[in-house]
Nanobody, 122 residues
Framework: QVQLVESGGGLVQAGGSLRLSCAAS????????MGWFRQAPGKERDFVAAITWSGGSRYYADSVKGRFTISRDSAKNTVLLQMNSLKPDDTAVYYCAAASIWGTTQYEYDYWGQGTQVTVSS
């Protein structure tokens, strides 16, 4: 199996930046598409971004296009989410996930991290 651990969350002012990291264990990491989701209190878990197993294609929710960048480093078994121009609406717990085939819903994903809190103040 794949184990995922997120880090890099925290408190940031609106307009600031954070970089989330997801460390993966397991020899099959490079064969999985990776995604980021987020869930605010009382809301559904929403798709944020995904990257194919090769790293050649990236996909973003409309709400984060132009502000967030997903990337992966197979050699380090990590996936990153660079978040710029953060807004209070970005406040949520952020989860990384691994899928055999990428998708925009949580149901395509087989493995999940524990989540890391991102809080954006106004």
């Amino acid at each position: 199996q794949v184990q995922l651990v997120e880090s890099g969350g925290g408190l940031v002012q609106a307009g600031g930046s954070l970089r989330l990291s997801c460390a993966a264990s397991g020899r099959t990491f490079s064969r999985y598409a990776m995604g980021w989701f987020r869930q605010a209190p009382g809301k559904e878990r929403d798709f944020v971004a995904a990257i194919t197993w090769s790293g050649g294609s990236r996909y973003y929710a409309d709400s984060v296009k132009g502000r967030f960048t997903i990337s992966r480093d197979s050699a380090k078994n990590t996936v990153l989410l660079q978040m710029n121009s953060l807004k209070p609406d970005d406040t949520a717990v952020y989860y990384c996930a691994a899928a055999s085939i990428w998708g925009t819903t949580q149901y395509e994903y087989d493995y999940w991290g524990q989540g890391t809190q991102v809080t954006v103040s106004s």
